[in-house]
């Protein structure tokens, strides 16, 4: 009870519109497949350019497929390639950031110039790179991305896994003969897990913008899925005959990215210790010249 407690003034803290977005982003990205009034795929080419009807409540591209749908379908194709990369991403980091947290010396220093490397090169043209190697797809890019994000969660677990180990409890655990697995996977790794995934929320935004750039660019994920890049990159020649087919997509993918900023950006101040305001700093400071005067 006390945890879910938690979680509910967390959620309270935050602010509401980023968090509702961000949960109608996942929402349809999750039943995407059962609440798309159409086939995102399915084409008409009679209803070409069509307008907001009874029957595409948004219009319908130059080949006839619905806009709604496709933007809800599109929700699912970025939330899993989202999660994937994420997934990918922060195991690697994690793992190569707690490790050299823990074992320091000339093993954090090795691993540490690696990440320093990676840090160096700008994760978009790590992607593009890898995917001129790899070659264009969905699972090329999805490596590309991770290989590009890694890095980032690498140098905060390791920030967070040095602090740990510098803990008074962890060095009462080596006396009393712990386990360097047991510290490891019941005390380093949980808490630096918990701190990744603040940078995990604040990048969440940075990978969809990614996944929808490189669709944007022909180089991630291939027509006929739908994806929010592609519908612009699909919609571009027809921007004068029917600007809403490429100023929908882009609203729905600047809304995704904004929450999920902001809702990062909220977790991560939430973490941090705030300023006691005055009148609390005087009413203790009274308290104590109180109980200082009674113990004299």
Same mark, same amino acid.
């Given at each position: 009870?006390?945890?879910?407690?938690?979680?509910?003034?967390?959620?309270?803290?935050?602010?509401?519109?980023?968090?509702? !977005?961000?949960?109608?982003?996942?929402?349809?990205?999750?039943?995407?497949?059962?609440? !798309?009034?159409?086939?995102?795929?399915?084409?008409?080419?009679?209803?070409?350019?069509?307008?907001?009807?009874?029957? *595409?409540?948004?219009?319908? #591209? *130059?080949?006839?497929?619905?806009?709604?749908?496709? =933007?809800?379908?599109?929700?699912? &194709?970025?939330?899993?390639?989202?999660?994937?990369? %994420?997934?990918?991403?922060?195991?690697?980091?994690?793992?190569?950031? !707690?490790?050299? $947290?823990?074992?320091?010396?000339?093993?954090?220093?090795?691993?540490?110039?690696?990440? #320093?490397? $990676?840090?160096?090169?700008?994760?978009?043209?790590?992607?593009?790179?890898?995917?001129?190697?790899?070659?264009?797809?969905?699972?090329?890019?999805?490596?590309?991305?991770?290989?590009?994000?890694?890095?980032?969660?690498?140098?905060?677990?390791?920030?967070?896994?040095? #602090?740990?180990?510098?803990?008074?409890?962890?060095?009462?655990?080596?006396?009393?003969?712990?386990?360097?697995?047991?510290?490891?996977? *019941?005390?380093?790794?949980?808490? &630096?897990?918990?701190?990744?995934?603040?940078?995990? &929320?604040?990048? +969440?935004?940075?990978? +969809?913008?990614?996944?929808?750039? %490189?669709?944007?660019?022909?180089?991630?994920?291939?027509?006929? !899925?739908?994806?929010?890049?592609?519908?612009?990159? #699909? +919609?571009?020649?027809?921007?004068?005959?029917?600007?809403?087919?490429?100023? %929908?997509? $882009?609203?729905?993918?600047?809304?995704?990215?904004?929450?999920?900023?902001?809702?990062?950006?909220?977790?991560?101040?939430?973490?941090?210790?705030?300023? =006691?305001?005055?009148?609390?700093?005087?009413?203790?400071?009274?308290?104590?010249?109180?109980?200082?005067?009674?113990?004299?």
């Amino acid at each position: 009870m006390r945890i879910l407690r938690e979680f509910l003034n967390a959620l309270r803290q935050m602010p509401r519109l980023a968090l509702a !977005t961000v949960l109608v982003f996942v929402a349809l990205g999750i039943f995407a497949p059962y609440i !798309t009034p159409h086939d995102p795929n399915a084409q008409d080419l009679l209803a070409a350019h069509a307008g907001p009807s009874w029957q *595409h409540w948004l219009g319908a #591209d *130059h080949l006839g497929r619905d806009t709604l749908s496709r =933007l809800i379908a599109s929700a699912r &194709t970025s939330l899993v390639g989202m999660s994937l990369v %994420l997934i990918l991403a922060l195991s690697v980091g994690v793992t190569i950031g !707690t490790i050299a $947290g823990y074992r320091r010396g000339w093993v954090d220093e090795v691993l540490m110039r690696i990440v #320093d490397v $990676g840090l160096a090169m700008p994760s978009l043209i790590v992607a593009l790179a890898v995917i001129g190697v790899f070659g264009t797809g969905y699972w090329n890019m999805i490596l590309a991305l991770a290989l590009a994000w890694w890095p980032g969660s690498a140098r905060i677990s390791r920030a967070v896994a040095a #602090d740990v180990m510098n803990r008074p409890h962890i060095e009462s655990l080596r006396v009393l003969g712990a386990s360097p697995a047991r510290i490891y996977f *019941h005390h380093l790794l949980p808490t &630096t897990i918990g701190a990744v995934l603040v940078y995990a &929320t604040a990048e +969440a935004a940075a990978v +969809a913008l990614s996944i929808a750039t %490189l669709s944007f660019l022909g180089l991630g994920i291939q027509p006929p !899925t739908p994806e929010w890049g592609q519908m612009l990159v #699909d +919609a571009l020649p027809y921007l004068e005959e029917v600007p809403m087919q490429v100023i %929908l997509p $882009g609203l729905v993918l600047t809304a995704v990215v904004v929450g999920f900023n902001l809702l990062g950006e909220s977790i991560a101040l939430n973490r941090v210790p705030m300023p =006691l305001p005055r009148r609390v700093i005087k009413q203790r400071r009274a308290v104590s010249a109180l109980w200082q005067k009674v113990s004299s």
